[in-house]
Each structure stands twice: as C-alpha cells, then as structure tokens.
C-alpha cells in the first residue's frame, strides 16, 4: 500500500481512461448478475410451475427472462474480456512511451547500458506485470466488491440482520482472507523469487561451465550442486501450497455456511403461504454461480507484493538529467578538437582516469589509441561525446565545449562500437535511422560503399530483408559493415570508433578496418583498439597508461624510433 | 490430448488409480450435494418448519465437506507425485547434459538450456496437475451426474448430452480459426511484441543518431498497433471461451424450462426437477475448467516434448575404454586415421579425413582462417565431438572417440572465454581438484600470475567471483584457468582454443609471459590467429575447409611456401 501512495504508474492511469474503466467493472458485474439471475429465475420458473398455475402466463415472465439471462452472461462476459484488454493494451501503449522517454532522458542511462543490459529486460517485464495486475487482481477484486455491496443491500431490503450475517461471511472472502494471505505469503514470494534467481545461478554455471565440469569429471558434484536450492525452493512452494489449500477448503466452507444460513433464512421468511415460498429455490440457487467471482479474490490479491516490487521500481526511477549550458551551433565546419588539461575520475572513490590529459586533433586527422585495458581509452570517447564530464578542464570542438553542443551533437558526432545495435526491422530502416530524410537511392549507395552490395542481392527480400533480433541474420563483420552504413547515412564530421574489430578473425578483421578507412577518408576519426592490426591507417598513434599519454607520433615514426611499439608491432605481425 | 509417455514414466499409472477412485467418490459427493440442497428446498417449499430441514441440511453440509476435503486431498496426492516426476526428469535431463556435453549446447543455446532446467521443470510440474486433475475429472464427474440426472428426467438428461459434442465441436471450429489469424499475422506479431525491448535496448544508439526524441512517437504508435492485432486475433480466441460459456448456460436455461413445463403439466414432481437444475451446472463445470487453463497445459506439454527430445538422443557409450593412458608421458603417442567428425544435426563433415601422430610433448599450433575446423578439431580432441569414421588410437589403444574419462582427466582445456564459476576464486583453480590444499591453490595462483591482482582484493582467494558477484578481466579470467592447469600436475595436454583472441595485446603479452613455462613438459594443441604464437610451437597443423591440408614444423611449412606460408602473409596483412 506504501507503494501506492506517491504511485504515478498505476493510479494516474486508472482516471485517464476512466469511462472505459467504469464499463469494464459494469460489464463485470452485468456478467455475474446474469449468472445469479438465471439461476434465480430458474428456480422460481419450476417452484412456481410446481405449483401448477391455472394460467401458463403466468410463468410466461420467468421462461423468458431465464433465456434472457441464458444469453446475457455469455454475452457480457465476452464483451468484458474484450474490453478488458483493450483498456490494458492501451494503458500499456502510454506505459510503454513513458518507460522509453523517461530512460532516454536519464543521463546516467548511457553510461550503465553496456553494464546492465538485464535491467531493460526487467523493466519491460515490470509493465508486463502491470497488465496481470489489473487484469487480475483490481478488475476482480473491484467487481467481487461491488457485487457484495450489491448483495448485502439487497438482502437487507428484506431482513436487516440477516443481511449482517451474509455480510459479516462474505467479508472473511472478500476483505480477511486476502489481507492474511499477503501478510502470510508476502514474504515467502520474496523468498522464491531470490530463490529462482539463486537456481538460476547455478543452473547457468552449470550449462556455460559445462565443458569443465565433464573435464573434471565430478559429475556427483554437478548433479549435487543445484540440489540445496532445489530443495528449499520445493519447501518454499509447499508450504505456500498448503496454506493455499487450507484457504481455499476455508472459502468453500464458508459457502456452505452461507447456503445454510440462506436456508434457514428463507425458511423463516417465505413459508407463510405457497406464492412466497416459490422464492426459496431462487434465493438459495442465485448464491452459486456467484461463488466464481468471490472465491478468486484471494488468490489475486496474493499476487499483489510481486506486483508492487515492480510498481516500486517503477516508481523509483528518477531519470538523472543534467543542466546544459546554453546550447550553440557551430557554424563553420569542424576544424579541430581539443582536450584541455582533463582531470577525470568516475566517483571520488575511484582511481584517477585522466590527469592534466591534453590532446589536439586536427580536422581530418586519423588518431589511433591504444593502451592496456583499464586505462581509459573508452572514457576518452565518452568525454568526446559529451556523455561524460570532467573534473576539470574541458573537450572543445572549434573551441567551443562539447557540453554547449548537444543538440548539435548527432550532426557532428558518429560512433561505431564493438557490438553495434541493429534493430529489429529491415536492413533499409535500419540504415535510415541514421537520417530520416534519406532517400532509397542514397542508402543503396551507402550499402555498396561499404561493401555490402553483393550481400543485399542475396537475401531474399533484398535490401527489405528483416535483420532479425540484434541482427542475427549477419555475421559479426557484416553487423559492423550495415552500422557503418548508417553511420555514413547521418553523415557526421567527427566518427569515433570503440574496437570495432574485437572478436573477428584477422582476415574479416582487416577488409573490414580496409573499408572503414576507405569510406571515412574524408573525416576526422579517433579509433579505440586493443592490438595493432592495421595500425597502419592511422596518421596519429596514441599510447595510454596511467591517464597520461606515453607514446605519441604516427606509426612509421614510432616503428622506427620506439622498441615497445616496435616490439607490440611486431608481435602482432608474428614476426 | 496427453502424450503418451507422460503414462510411462514411473507412478503416473498409480497415481491416475488413486485420483480415479478420489474422483469417483467426488462425483457421489457432488451428487448428494445437490440432492440434499434439493431435498431441503422442496421441503421449505412444501411450508415445512425448520426442524424438518435439519438432516438434509446436514446431509447438504457434510456432501459439500467431503466434497472439497477431497480436492484437497486430491491436491496432495498429484502435488507430490508432479513434483517428484518432474524434479526426476530435471535429474535426467542434467546427467543427459553431462553425458552429451558441450556440444548439446551449442546446438541448443544456452538461454534455452538453462530455461528449459528451470522453467520447463515447473511448466512440466504444472502441466501434470493439471492435465491428469482435469482430465480425469472430465472423464468421471460429468458422467455420474448424468446417469443420475436420466434417472431423474430424460429429457434433461439428453439435452445435456446433446450439448457436448456441439461445444466441443465450436471450440475446435474458432480454435482453429484463432490459429489461423494468429498464424497469419505471426511474423509481424513477433516484431511488434519485441519491438518495446528492441527500443529499449538500442536506445544507446538512438541517441547517439540524434533521434531518441522522435523515436518515443514510434514506441506508442508501434505498441498501438500491437493492441489493434492482439485485440483481432482476441476477439476470435475468446470466442471459443464464449461458444463453450453459450451453449452449457444456455442448455441450464432450455433444462430450466423443459422442468417448468413438465412440472406444470404434472408431468413430474418438484425435488427430481430442483435436483435436475442444480446438477445441470456441475455437469458442465469439469469440462468449463479443462478450458480455462488450457493455455497452461498448452505450454506444459510442449517444455515436456522438448525436454524428452533430448532426453532420447543417443549418448556417447563405452565411456571407460581407454586404459592404456593413466597419465601423458613423454613416451605417450596419440594417433588419428582417417577420421571425420560432424556436428550433430549437420550433413556434412565438419573434419574430413583427418590423419596425424603426436608423441610425447609436443607443442602444435592450429591456424585456419574462421569457420576452418579449428574448434571442431579441439572439440574432438577434448571428447567432446564423437568422429563418424575413423581411427583413433591412444597408446596403441584403439578408441571409438575420446570422450574417455581417462583421456578427459588428463587435459586442461582453455577456450576463448573460460567460464567462471558462481564460487571463490580458489574453487574455481581447484575445479578439477577440489581436495587440494589452501598451499596449493595459492601456489597455483602465484604461478599462473594472479598475485599482484590478488593482493588488491580485500578477501583475496577467498572473493567471490561470476554471475552476480565481482566481476573479472578477460586476461585475469585466463590467468584462473590457467592456474588450474599449474595446479593438476597429472593433466600434461593442453587444449588450448584461442585463449587470447580478446584480450588486447599488452595483455597477452604478460599472458604469453605466464603461459609458456607451462607448456615444458606438456603436450599442446594451440588453436589461434595470432600468428607470433607460431615462434612457440615446434609443429603446425594448417586446416583448411575442414581438411587437415599441411602439417609439419614452421621451418618446413615454411620452406614448402604452400597453405602456410600463403594464410599467413594473408592474416598479416600490409607492414609498416
């Protein structure tokens, strides 16, 4: 309930489409009256038919609102589920643009993506939780609520302290038994959750640790390991079972309690004469068909801690955005880059990156960095890019700080990672993200420039084809081939390049770093790499290490002049 | 509706004897329930005072307990034979993993494998309580009732079973034709149902392309037209929910006035009739809840067919064959003929026609462009690929593959990544030795390099290391596997597979520093693209298209000028 209260995932949506809601609850209501209906009207039709009236009109009335009924429920319960879901679907569609505009404001998001890609998956997961939370828990537990407001009204029409008694039953239903079944199983749904995620811990060193647990040949240990958590998530799911048996054998006892009580109140009511003792049967009959929409109340609400801890996390997501300084826009073409007198570190705690780091990178210029991993050659880029802010000192584009060039920032800056991302749409769109005006002509030019015209022939749609998720259907040198297209689509200046070639053999590794340079003749590069294959293209190599840099000139120079890159050198040449 | 061979696993066929007698007796409770209930309205109708109510009352009450004390004892019963049955089809499916090995993974996946451990057991868990509850319910309950209900009124009687096959029959009519819509639309329905998390994750790249903003409009525009396609193939899924909700509702209310009318024309008297309409309802109730999870079994019983797909493919046998090689001397020999190895599921040889002789510690590097048949030749070796044809001899013993435990107790196997155990990082050096001494670990550590990064480490060997848990470097990651290998002096074979295509190449260089004492008085298969590995190896398998095309020391591949010489100015490119 603590969640609910500065709740704005859950409750501003229920006011949004509050029209629709309130046709949902009455549809659902509409639904179980019916089903109470036909019962109690079938129950009058053949008492009073029993009584054998002289005139056949008589039940005329009954006979035709049993069918009525008959039909009614199926009716309105079909209308319900459709309009339930619908309702669902489009608050998720609103849930859906928030979740994205709130992590695409997030500063921080940037730098935690490549550490915690789990996490998006998570939050999707969360509005996917969101949608079993109406559909499951509020919708039935606000039906079963009216429904009972309904019922002891009417009920007390007839008898005020009769109508207690029902009320004081159906509450233990509707109001104690749920409350006990969160309070008791609360703490056992946190339980299971951790221990799934401990299971699947071990379920996964068991499957990526495989070839060393058959090397080792302890296959007793491997069998054994999982066995504890197993165990323990067994006990867990047990005794959660057992209570809900107990709880649900609880519920139906207390509807024959109230049948009985239902008995012996008609008994006391309606045998003073034969016409009123023909509502007995539709009384005590109505009750069950309404057992189905109060019997569930319980096992929703139960639902309700794992639903919250995602409410929470929703909730707690507070994007971190940062103040801009006024925003400009440099007018002439970009003609240098400059780190001035950098001091970086990522929190006080940690080591110091960067110290007094400077570096000039002229307009055209091919820059090469290189160093032990650790040392910062990433953070270099991300200071470039602006996502990053030193401590002091500051990354200038034609002088001006990166930091008052964010939105221009797209226009001059194009990065190439080791993992670029396609999406899951065709190789066309995909590209075309890199300018949206882009016409079909110009990104087959791309494609061919990256040499990749002789691929798009044959696939089966062409340049239509769909890439499948995160671009499965490529190999890894063709995943970066299809970025640099889109990359030379946006057309930046500037492009950065973070070990584009990791992972790839050395064949594919240097066509690939030979297309690179080739299509980016024109544009100042600064690329990341972890060896020196290719080392060649650039005009400009830089060594880091312990945020200062060590080694600096172009390659035929330091090839001639320093034994550590003459050495690095050759090793990678396996000379 | 059920797979067959959910009846023969162990206990299913005691277990359905014992829900079917608990079911049988259900069906009487159910059948008393209403009788009695029947029995004390007709006798309020009949202006009866209370105390003649009280033995059907009762009667009524103890029906409905039973009734419900059953379930519960039903609950029982399938809860721990489902859990017992499923948790023996994990243990299998995990001895099925150990035996088949990595190999099965890479076909599989490994998501896929450890969802299926997971996932799958309690899919399967869940699929077995329902399935046999239900199943067995609709077999049973529905049919008692019935020939009581004949007894009572045979007009009611036939009208319920009338409506049966009429509901069956429209719920496999609009299935269907959910299916179909839904197949229809499957594709796209796919893409749009991923594309949320596609944003998500390629969010980084958005901004960077400087259109994160506008992209929001195409996240709700994208999931709108998601709802339209879902709410289509909805409207028809739901349907058959609403065919199976029509007709039973609509059959109570037909019986209902079937009664009224024969009632009125004396045809029959009130209590078989009230009996008649209050059963009518739990006639139909086994077959409404056999429906309402059908989606669940759906998924239960489709984890259950995979996970007995694995569990029926063949496994390596004569796994202790090999007895001529407790330990790799410098005397030893290992001998390939002719051998072919193919991955499973694939047509063609990965291997083709493999032939060569090691003896002693020899240090051989493998090299091949990507896709060549490097991995698949360590893969071989390791035992964990079984050749097709071929001879295999260790010692002169001849062996159908290598998947021996003698021959798997003697090498140390070093892939791209190694992976790190959820453990310390001195239980994952003692992996392959768990009983050896604290000393020993650490000597091992000390060896293989780890000292200066463990001397930063608060908890030392003692940190705890893999998912969830500290994080470690590529080269460090290495350097533990490596330390296994300096602690299990009985393992002389190195099968190394591209140990350091990751690692940038001041790293491998402290690596290389590390690594070459090691391969003294070991025998090593080097699979790797880095060529100055090369100056460590006295001899050289060159593969090509899965063919084993030169082998020989560097010196003479080198002198030959043929694939060697040709890959490697190839793979070196351009020089300064």
Redesign the interface.
């Known amino acids: 309930m603590k969640q609910l209260k500065h709740d704005t995932w859950v409750k501003p949506y229920m006011t949004k489409y509050k029209g629709l809601l309130a046709l949902i609850l009455v549809l659902g209501l509409v639904t179980f009256i019916c089903g109470g209906a036909l019962m109690f009207t079938s129950g009058y039709l053949i008492s009073k038919a029993a009584t054998k009236p002289e005139n056949i009109l008589l039940i005329y009335v009954p006979v035709v609102l049993v069918r009525a009924f008959g039909i009614g429920r199926p009716v309105f319960r079909y209308i319900e589920r459709l309009t339930s879901h619908n309702w669902v679907l489009k608050v998720t569609s609103d849930l859906r643009k928030r979740l994205y505009q709130t992590l695409a404001k997030d500063a921080a998001f940037f730098q935690q993506h490549f550490k915690t890609g789990d996490i998006l998956g998570i939050l999707a997961d969360d509005l996917g939780h969101l949608q079993n939370l109406y559909l499951r828990t509020i919708f039935p537990t606000l039906i079963s609520w009216l429904l009972y407001v309904i019922i002891v009204i009417a009920l007390g029409l007839f008898n005020w302290f009769f109508a207690l008694a029902i009320a004081l039953l159906l509450a233990i239903i509707i109001f104690i038994l749920p409350l006990v079944s969160v309070a008791v199983l609360g703490a056992r749904v946190e339980r299971h959750k951790q221990l799934q995620q401990e299971l699947y811990t071990d379920m996964t060193d068991d499957v990526l640790g495989l070839s060393d647990w058959v090397v080792s040949g302890r296959q007793a240990d491997f069998l054994a390991r999982p066995q504890p958590t197993l165990k323990a998530a067994r006990q867990n799911t047990v005794t959660t079972r057992h209570f809900e048996w107990r709880r649900d054998f609880l519920i139906q006892l207390i509807f024959g309690v109230v049948v009985v009580v239902l008995m012996i109140w008609t008994n006391q009511q309606f045998t003073t004469n034969q016409s009123l003792a023909n509502w007995i049967a539709a009384f005590v009959l109505c009750l069950f068909p309404l057992v189905d929409a109060f019997a569930p109340v319980s096992q929703g609400v139960e639902e309700w801690p794992l639903y919250m801890s995602s409410v929470a996390r929703l909730n707690h997501l507070q994007p971190v955005t940062r103040e801009l300084p006024t925003q400009q826009t440099l007018s002439q073409p970009v003609a240098m880059i400059d780190f001035q007198q950098i001091d970086f570190k990522y929190a006080p705690e940690l080591p110091q990156i960067l110290q007094h780091f400077n570096l000039h990178i002229a307009a055209g210029e091919k820059v090469a960095i290189l160093g032990p991993s650790g040392t910062g050659k990433t953070t270099l880029l991300d200071l470039l890019l602006g996502e990053l802010e030193p401590q002091a000192g500051q990354v200038t584009i034609n002088q001006v700080p990166i930091a008052a060039l964010q939105q221009q920032r797209a226009q001059l800056i194009g990065m190439l990672d080791q993992k670029p991302f396609l999406f899951n749409t065709t190789v066309l769109n995909n590209i075309r993200l890199g300018n949206l005006a882009a016409s079909d002509e110009a990104i087959m030019a791309a494609l061919q420039a990256v040499e990749l015209g002789p691929l798009m022939q044959r696939l089966p749609a062409g340049a239509n084809t769909v890439v499948e998720e995160a671009g499965a259907r490529f190999s890894g040198g063709e995943q970066q081939r299809l970025a640099l297209a889109r990359i030379l689509i946006q057309d930046a200046p500037i492009i950065l390049l973070d070990e584009p070639t990791v992972g790839l053999d050395p064949i594919t590794e240097k066509a690939l770093l030979n297309t690179i340079f080739n299509v980016l003749a024109d544009k100042t590069v600064i690329w990341v790499t972890h060896h020196l294959q290719g080392v060649e293209h650039a005009d400009q190599v830089i060594f880091l290490e312990h945020g200062q840099i060590v080694m600096q000139g172009s390659p035929h120079e330091l090839y001639r002049t320093n034994e550590r890159f003459r050495k690095l050198y050759q090793l990678d040449q396996g000379l | 509706m059920i797979d067959k061979r959910l009846l023969r696993l162990p206990g299913t066929k005691k277990v359905l004897l014992m829900l079917a007698g608990l079911t049988i007796l259900q069906a009487f409770m159910i059948l008393f329930q209403g009788k009695y209930?029947a029995q004390?309205?007709v006798n309020?109708?009949?202006?009866?005072?209370?105390a003649w109510?009280y033995q059907a009352?009762l009667f009524?009450?103890l029906a409905?307990?039973g009734?419900?004390?059953l379930?519960?004892l039903k609950?029982?019963v399938l809860?721990r034979y489902a859990?017992k049955a499923s948790?023996a089809l994990?243990?299998q499916l995990?001895?099925k993993?150990?035996h088949l090995?990595?190999s099965l993974?890479a076909k599989q996946g490994?998501g896929n494998?450890?969802t299926m451990?997971?996932e799958g057991t309690d899919q399967v868990e869940n699929y077995m309580t329902l399935i046999l509850n239900k199943m067995l319910n609709m077999m049973i309950i529905p049919w008692i009732l019935l020939i009581y209900i004949f007894t009572l009124d045979a007009r009611s009687g036939w009208t319920l079973l009338i409506v049966v096959p009429i509901v069956i029959l429209f719920m496999i009519i609009l299935g269907f034709a959910a299916r179909d819509k839904a197949d229809k639309q499957y594709a796209g329905y796919q893409?749009l149902a991923?594309?949320?998390?596609?944003?998500?994750?390629?969010?980084?790249?958005?901004?960077?392309?400087?259109?994160?903003?506008?992209?929001?409009?195409n996240?709700?525009q994208v999931?709108?037209s998601?709802?339209k396609q879902?709410?289509g193939v909805?409207?028809i899924a739901?349907?058959s929910?609403?065919a199976l909700?029509?007709f039973t509702?609509?059959s109570?209310?037909?019986v209902?006035?079937f009664?009224?009318?024969a009632?009125?024309n004396?045809q029959m008297?009130?209590f078989p009739?009230?009996a008649t309409?209050?059963l009518a309802?739990e006639f139909f109730l086994p077959l409404r809840d056999f429906s309402s999870d059908y989606h669940a079994t759906l998924d239960g019983k489709n984890a259950m067919q995979a996970m007995f797909t694995i569990l029926e493919l063949p496994q390596p046998q004569q796994r202790q064959l090999l007895t001529a090689a407790p330990t790799w001397t410098a005397d030893s020999q290992l001998d390939f003929t002719n051998v072919n190895v193919s991955y499973p599921g694939s047509n063609e040889a990965d291997l083709a026609d493999v032939s060569f002789s090691v003896r002693g510690y020899r240090k051989i590097g493998v090299i091949g462009?990507?896709g060549s048949g490097k991995s698949t030749l360590i893969n071989t070796l390791?035992?964990?690929l079984q050749p097709q044809q071929g001879d295999i001899r260790v010692n002169g013993q001849s062996v159908p593959h290598l998947s021996q435990?003698q021959w798997?107790?003697n090498?140390?196997?070093l892939?791209q990544k190694?992976?790190l155990?959820?453990a310390t990082i001195a239980d994952n050096i003692a992996?392959?030795q768990?009983e050896a001494t604290a000393a020993a670990i650490e000597r091992a550590a000390t060896k293989a390099g780890l000292h200066e990064w463990l001397a930063t480490l608060p908890d030392g060997l003692a940190t705890l290391i893999?998912?969830?848990a500290r994080g470690v470097?590529?080269?460090q990651g290495q350097r533990i596997a490596l330390a296994r290998a300096f602690l299990d002096s009985q393992r002389r074979i190195l099968l190394l597979d591209e140990p350091t295509?990751?690692?940038?190449?001041?790293?491998?260089?402290a690596l290389k520093e590390t690594m070459t004492p090691l391969f003294a008085d070991h025998l090593v298969f080097f699979a790797t693209?880095?060529?100055?590995?090369?100056?460590q190896m006295d001899y050289v398998f060159v593969i090509q298209h899965g063919r084993l095309v030169e082998q020989g020391t560097p010196a003479e591949l080198q002198a030959q000028n043929g694939a060697y010489v040709a890959l490697?100015a190839?793979?070196?490119?351009?020089?300064?």
Request: glycine fraction near 8%; charged fraction near 15%; aromatic fraction near 12%.
């Open positions: 209930l004390a309205i309020s109708w009949r202006l009866k005072a209370l109510q009352m009524f009450f409905l307990l009734r419900h004390l379930n519960w609950s029982h809860d859990s948790a994990r243990q995990l001895t993993l150990f090995g990595p993974v490994t494998m450890v451990a997971l893409q991923n594309h949320f998390v596609d944003a998500l994750r390629g969010l980084a790249t958005l901004k960077l392309l400087g259109i994160s903003d506008k992209y929001a409009d996240v709700y999931s709108e998601y709802r879902t709410m909805l409207r739901v349907l929910t609403f909700d029509f509702t609509l109570i209310a037909v209902a006035v009664l009224g009318l009632l009125l004396g008297a009130l009739a009230l309409l209050i309802p462009e990507s390791g035992g964990f435990e798997q107790q090498f140390v196997y892939p190694p992976y155990f959820h992996f392959y768990p893999g998912e969830g470097s590529g080269g295509a990751h690692l940038d190449i001041e790293t491998e260089v693209h880095r060529l100055h590995w090369m100056q490697m190839q793979m070196r490119g351009e020089t300064l």
